[in-house]
């Protein structure tokens, strides 16, 4: 089944210490990104990668760094968690960006961090 | 940068009405248009794409148009059903906004029964 897959559903974790959310997708896609979902202020990108070669900052990258050393992984990385990135995390990716394809999300990731 | 609004931000129907969800955007320069539903703390479903040389699109029950010129989608949904209870999100890539989704804050529905 064609799928973005991400790993834990749910985090509860304390200030500062270090965590990784992982993101795996398996339809071979280039482009693939990071939102999170916050009442009243919707999705917001945190971080998007092209490909392998290309990974940029989005609209809030504060506090967040990725990797994207092969295809299909996409970790986020919080190196020290503070309690303003307790949200709700989704990792998408589609065949490529700008053309006439579809985005999938995977099933999201609840953080808490106190 | 983009815009997208959703209108209503919630609505309350009794099971088996026609229904219409808004979408609008600032800028008309969209490779697509998808809809998504999310159930509540759950991740995001793809409902339907709109490529940008298209009008409208069909599955099922439900039927998304699309007016680039004017900056707007619909998202209409044919009797209704309480499985049918979500929030409703459409977004858009832009040519001119980076390279993310921009997102409407979403339509909240329930189908009583």
């Known amino acids: 089944e064609a799928q973005v897959t991400q790993n834990p559903r749910y985090l509860i974790t304390v200030t500062g210490k270090k965590l990784t959310v992982t993101c795996s997708q398996n339809?071979?896609?280039?482009?693939m990104s990071w939102y999170r979902q916050d009442p009243g202020l919707g999705l917001r990108q945190i971080y998007y990668s092209m490909n392998v070669e290309v990974t940029d900052k989005g609209d809030v990258p504060e506090g967040y760094k990725v990797s994207r050393k092969e295809k299909r992984n996409f970790p986020l990385i919080l190196e020290s968690p503070s309690p303003n990135q307790t949200s709700l995390y989704f990792c998408?990716?589609?065949?490529?960006?700008?053309?006439?394809?579809?985005?999938?999300f995977g099933s999201g990731t609840r953080l808490t961090v106190v | 940068k983009q815009e997208v609004t959703q209108i209503p931000a919630a609505l309350s129907v009794p099971e088996g009405e026609n229904l219409v969800l808004n979408c609008s955007f600032t800028d008309s320069a969209i490779y697509n248009l998808q809809w998504f539903r999310q159930d509540p703390g759950k991740g995001l479903t793809s409902l339907l794409l709109?490529?940008?040389?298209?009008r409208e699109q069909t599955s099922g029950r439900l039927n998304a148009s699309l007016d680039k010129s004017s900056g707007r989608s619909t998202l209409y949904i044919a009797a209704s059903q309480p499985g049918d209870s979500a929030t409703y999100l459409c977004a858009v890539p832009g040519s001119n906004s980076g390279y993310a989704l921009n997102f409407g804050k979403g339509t909240s529905l329930l189908v009583t029964p």
């Open positions: 339809m071979n896609h280039e482009y």
């Open positions: 709109i490529q940008s040389s298209q």
């Open positions: 998408a990716s589609s065949l490529s960006w700008g053309l006439n394809y579809g985005y999938t």
